[in-house]
């Protein structure tokens, strides 16, 4: 179970970004997660580490866990929700799925958990420093 709860860890908190959307999915420029692509979601977990998650709006996104591993996977929108896939590094077949605030901007924060149940708070950040070296690496 230790197992199994360290590699859903190592998931992205990227699927903590998952927007209410209507039944049938605008399209993406118009989709509720629309305000990150272009900006940082940072996840702060409760030690006070840090993930950070870049959307892009062709369905990739890349990051960096809290140990500054590059991580990198696809996100889709199901229903009122957006699901992030981690691709690379490899972990388990699962998506993780999270709501994203309704009219988010620059400065928004919000709560939630990750794969794991952990508490964290996530906030939108301005711009992408420290982007990932290989962006889209999911490709």
């Not at 990051?63 to 990198?72: K, M």
């Amino acid at each position: 179970m230790r197992t199994l709860l360290r590699s859903l860890s190592s998931l992205p908190v990227a699927a903590l970004l998952l927007a209410p959307a209507a039944l049938a999915a605008p399209p993406v420029e118009e989709a509720p997660i629309a305000p990150a692509f272009g900006n940082t979601v940072l996840a702060t977990y409760p030690d006070g580490r840090t993930q950070k998650i870049w959307l892009h709006a062709d369905g990739t996104w890349d990051g960096l866990s809290r140990s500054s591993a590059p991580l990198a996977g696809r996100w889709e929108l199901k229903g009122p929700k957006v699901c992030m896939r981690q691709m690379r590094p490899p972990t388990l077949p699962i998506s993780f799925c999270t709501p994203f605030p309704d009219h988010a901007q620059a400065g928004v924060q919000w709560l939630s958990h990750d794969v794991a149940g952990r508490p964290i708070r996530l906030s939108l950040q301005k711009g992408m420093p420290l982007q990932a070296a290989t962006p889209n690496q999911s490709r």
